[in-house]
């Protein structure tokens, strides 16, 4: 039953009105062929060992109080494994019929230190995208989620206007590498979240709670 949110009537017509609603055949219902069904995932809460990266630093702090930063001070270390073990999560997608991953790379596994590439990550990601196109899935890969290298964050991250070009420079390498590949990119996920989280709230990396900031960033 499709419910349109307004308020019940209660014998007061001028004030309220009535609420609509309308059955829906769920039999009738289809989608497009190339409907794409997914599941999705960030690297540093899968993938595990992600240790240079910004949130990696952030799971080790104190904060202002003198807890740990995130609850009972415990850390992503080796998460669920996904980077040795995604031959079985995507047999995994398989079994439950989706076609679409929407994933995300470590840009501190690519580029561990400034300028400097990793052909073993660089290859790990190969690997995987080619087992998905291999089983009809489709990769959708967002360039950042939440995390980079521990060496841009020290360098000031995205509030400095001088980063954005290391930003691109790292793009640019990893889409020339996949491109042929990957059809789907997001550059950001949820950019808005990244900044409220880290720089308004403080609740994410960096922890700042300035607005001005804040907008700088945006």
């Known amino acids: 039953v499709w419910d349109d949110g307004l308020t019940e009537a209660s014998g007061?017509?001028?004030?309220?009105?009535?609420?609509?609603?309308?059955?829906?055949?769920?039999?009738?219902?289809?989608?497009?062929?190339?409907?794409?069904?997914?599941?999705?995932?960030s690297a540093h809460q899968i993938e595990g060992n992600c240790t240079n990266n910004n949130w990696s630093t952030w799971e080790t702090q104190i904060n202002e109080e003198g807890y740990p930063r995130i609850r009972d001070g415990?850390?992503?270390?080796?998460?669920?494994?996904?980077?040795?073990?995604?031959?079985?999560?995507?047999?995994?997608?398989?079994?439950?019929?989706?076609?679409?991953y929407h994933f995300s790379l470590e840009w501190s596994k690519i580029e561990p230190t400034p300028g400097v590439y990793c052909p073993t990550a660089i290859k790990h990601y190969h690997d995987e995208i080619?087992?998905?196109?291999?089983?009809?899935?489709?990769?959708f890969i967002t360039l950042h989620h939440f995390t980079h290298p521990m060496w841009f964050e020290n360098r000031g991250g995205f509030l400095k206007a001088d980063n954005i070009s290391i930003f691109i420079n790292y793009v640019g390498f990893v889409v020339r590498e996949y491109g042929h590949k990957v059809k789907m990119w997001a550059t950001f996920n949820e950019p808005w979240f990244f900044v409220f989280g880290g720089y308004m709230s403080g609740y994410f990396p960096p922890g700042l709670n300035d607005p001005q900031t804040a907008a700088i960033v945006l």
């Not at 309308?22 to 219902?29: H, Q, R, S, T």
């Not at 415990?74 to 019929?97: E, Q």
């Not at 080619?130 to 990769?139: E, F, H, Q, R, V």
Request: include cysteine.
């Open 130 to 139: 080619d087992l998905l196109l291999a089983k009809g899935i489709s990769p």
């Open 74 to 100: 415990k850390v992503s270390g080796r998460a669920c494994d996904h980077w040795n073990k995604y031959p079985t999560d995507i047999d995994l997608m398989c079994r439950i019929g989706v076609n679409s």
């Open 12 to 41: 007061h017509e001028s004030t309220k009105q009535k609420r609509s609603k309308i059955e829906i055949d769920v039999n009738a219902l289809y989608f497009p062929r190339d409907f794409l069904w997914g599941v999705a995932a």
